[in-house]
């Protein structure tokens, strides 16, 4: 944390000023064709002080108006959520004193934009832009390898990403696949449809490009997506680097220069705020400045609210990224004098990293201090190639190291929890050495450590891990997570005492341990947690119980997938075809007959399905239907598997996790179950699934042979 730190202290005072000098008036034509010219400044002449400190108390208060209602534009425009960020209407947002923090997990990267204040304050405003995007366009997140969301994965990840507060959420581009398009019709609906809150819908950002060379913005199929999306944001990637202009998308300069303000304008006339990410910006800076400042020229002048400078290929150093951070501020705001004759500043500078050079956090930290407003990054740092800059590292900092205020202040606790959620939706193994939310991160093992721990427990970790909801770990010892544990029997409402709770809990505990070290994990499995609870209490009875069961599947398909593609472009195969695949499943459970008598009767059920899993579902549900009707609403919506020990083959221990719905009630809960065996584990977790759906219907009982 120490040499982290020194980057972002390190801080080169600009040599030259860039001043813009127009050819022409600037008009809409005319204003990409002007210039820039370079003068070193004399040494006698001493840097401008910072502007005064403003109170921060309007930031709160305009960004919790901003969430109480939801806006509604004019009958000629497409509908759009309100958006939450109104504070970009009131001046620059400066860091490191204020910053708002954008995430692009689900696009792949993360921003935080930051708040216009004294450089030289004490303390810091933090607010947070998250992207929640698509994982096929514009999904740094998501573009890692192996990775994969689904549309009601990222429904649940906006979600829990508002909860934890976030500023911005970026949740994909509407205008290149179905999924994402899906994503923003779904999240219009109300909450009781399997929409999004008003809050979270606020918060949501839709991420395009500029228009196509030689077509009107208005015109542009994908300009036109972002609109109908209905996100009161908009962020467009724009290329900023002449040689990419020129080489790579082989467009004319000006052309460029044409897209990028038309492009912006035309959102901004639509009612958008909008954000404009200058592609290659560090390496088309080295290459060309003027060039590069004539691309923020024609984004502020379209109206654009954030400019975001990005190290798309992640090769910029932290000293590099500080001097040209500053002198593109002080260019920016003799250009943003002269365009608009006002003192205010209303344009915000973002920042986004890569971390192919393993310094994304640096580089946005350093950013930060230079005057950067917005961050973005993703959680956990995953992105393409070598990831980007990872937030769960980012805004601790900020918020420990820095003293930032941020609007997730109260909820920095939960950031763990955050990071592992990520994980386990996104099927990831978790990294057990991430600074502050790796499992490792305050782990202690023996020797001169522990006996120093034992004195002070700041000896050895930089930080208190709880206020980042991580736990010091001494090796000798695991009894922490007792006081999970009771909170989960407290919220059960449970008639017991509280001693006894307290001795349950520590016996819970000691069958969560056991069942880790085989494999489990209970980060996302709640309703697993609760059932192991209600097991461990004398007066619960479970609704049902499975005897035995049977899985069989028929399989006339054997081909590889380039004998079955050669088949389909032959019209000879048909996936659909039952007679070609077939699995069939026989459950035999034992049903409470009647809630009020302790008399069972079993039932023998067998039915068909698209394979063994989902056959033992639909045979299960057959069975206990009938006494139970509410379990016809029960959908499964997600299952998920792992190998944990890859290194056995055929012989390794499986993890199934199996996400429920009530579609009555929109309630949704998961369970997990682990075997060698996948349909057993497939079957362990389909019991308690169906199980937590009866929890409440079934009365309390006590059989001694159950």
Request: with cysteine; aromatic share 6%.
């Amino acid at each position: 944390m120490a040499r982290l730190c020194s980057f972002c202290l390190v801080l080169a005072a600009p040599k030259y000023g860039i001043a813009f000098q127009p050819t022409t008036s600037l008009t809409a034509d005319t204003a990409r064709r002007s210039t820039f010219t370079l003068r070193e400044q004399p040494d006698d002449v001493a840097t401008a002080p910072p502007e005064t400190a403003r109170s921060t108390s309007w930031i709160k208060e305009e960004f919790e108006q901003a969430h109480q209602s939801l806006h509604i534009d004019d009958d000629d425009k497409p509908s759009s959520f309100s958006s939450s960020q109104g504070l970009l209407n009131r001046g620059r947002i400066v860091g490191p004193g204020h910053v708002l923090v954008y995430d692009t997990t689900l696009r792949g990267e993360i921003r935080i934009l930051h708040a216009r204040e004294s450089i030289t304050a004490v303390h810091y405003t933090l607010f947070i832009y998250y992207l929640c995007t698509s994982c096929d366009i514009r999904s740094d997140g998501t573009q890692m390898e192996s990775i994969s969301v689904s549309c009601n994965d990222k429904l649940k990840i906006a979600q829990r990403l508002s909860t934890f507060n976030m500023d911005y959420i970026e949740a994909g581009w509407p205008g290149s696949n179905p999924k994402d398009e899906q994503f923003f019709s779904q999240a219009k609906l109300p909450v009781s449809e399997g929409g999004l809150d008003d809050i979270t819908k606020s918060k949501l950002v839709a991420f395009g490009s500029t228009r196509r060379k030689n077509v009107k913005a208005c015109d542009d199929g994908q300009i036109r997506k972002l609109i109908e999306s209905g996100a009161p944001t908009v962020c467009i990637v724009a290329k900023a680097h002449l040689w990419q202009v020129t080489d790579i998308i082989r467009a004319d300069p000006t052309e460029n220069l044409e897209m990028i303000y038309d492009s912006v304008s035309y959102l901004t006339e639509m009612g958008r705020d909008v954000m404009v990410d200058l592609e290659h910006y560090f390496d088309g800076f080295k290459h060309d400045k003027e060039y590069t400042l004539k691309c923020c020229k024609a984004a502020m002048e379209g109206g654009a609210k954030v400019l975001v400078m990005c190290d798309t290929n992640g090769g910029s150093m932290p000293w590099e990224v500080d001097e040209i951070t500053r002198e593109t501020i002080s260019a920016c705001d003799e250009m943003e004098s002269e365009l608009f004759d006002e003192e205010k500043k209303s344009v915000t500078f973002g920042m986004h990293a890569h971390n192919d050079c393993g310094l994304a956090v640096a580089n946005s930290l350093t950013a930060a201090k230079a005057g950067v407003g917005l961050i973005q990054g993703t959680v956990n740092g995953i992105g393409e190639r070598t990831g980007n800059a990872d937030l769960c590292s980012i805004i601790p900092s900020l918020a420990l190291h820095v003293d930032s205020k941020m609007n997730i202040d109260e909820n920095l606790k939960d950031i763990t929890s955050l990071s592992r959620f990520l994980d386990e939706t996104l099927n990831r193994t978790p990294n057990k050495a991430s600074p502050y939310v790796g499992h490792s991160a305050f782990a202690h093992k023996g020797g001169l450590h522990v006996a120093a721990l034992e004195r002070s427990a700041d000896s050895y970790q930089h930080i208190d891990p709880s206020k980042v909801g991580n736990q010091l770990r001494v090796l000798i010892s695991e009894l922490s997570g007792r006081q999970n544990i009771l909170g989960k029997i407290k919220k059960l409402d449970l008639d017991i005492e509280d001693d006894v709770v307290a001795e349950r809990a520590l016996v819970i505990l000691d069958r969560v341990k056991r069942l880790e070290s085989m494999g489990y994990t209970f980060e996302g499995a709640d309703a697993s947690v609760e059932l192991m609870i209600l097991h461990s209490t004398s007066g619960y009875c479970p609704p049902f119980r499975v005897l035995d069961y049977t899985a069989q599947v028929y399989d006339t398909n054997v081909d590889s997938a380039s004998r079955v593609m050669s088949k389909m472009e032959n019209g000879k195969h048909n996936s659909a075809n039952p007679a070609a695949s077939m699995a069939r499943a026989t459950v035999k459970v034992r049903i409470l007959d009647d809630l009020d008598t302790t008399s069972e009767d079993d039932f023998l059920d067998r039915l068909e399905g698209n394979g063994p899993v989902d056959a033992l579902a639909n045979a299960l549900k057959k069975a206990l239907a009938p006494s139970h009707p509410c379990l016809n609403n029960l959908q499964l919506i997600d299952y998920k598997v792992r190998i944990l020990d890859p290194e056995s083959a055929t012989e390794a221990a499986t993890r199934v996790m199996i996400e429920f719905s009530d579609v009555s009630t929109n309630r949704k809960w998961t369970t997990v179950s682990v075997d060698r065996n996948i349909i057993s584990a497939s079957l362990n977790a389909l019991v308690d699934g169906f199980e937590y759906a009866l929890k409440n219907v079934v009365a309390a009982c006590e059989l001694d042979d159950f």
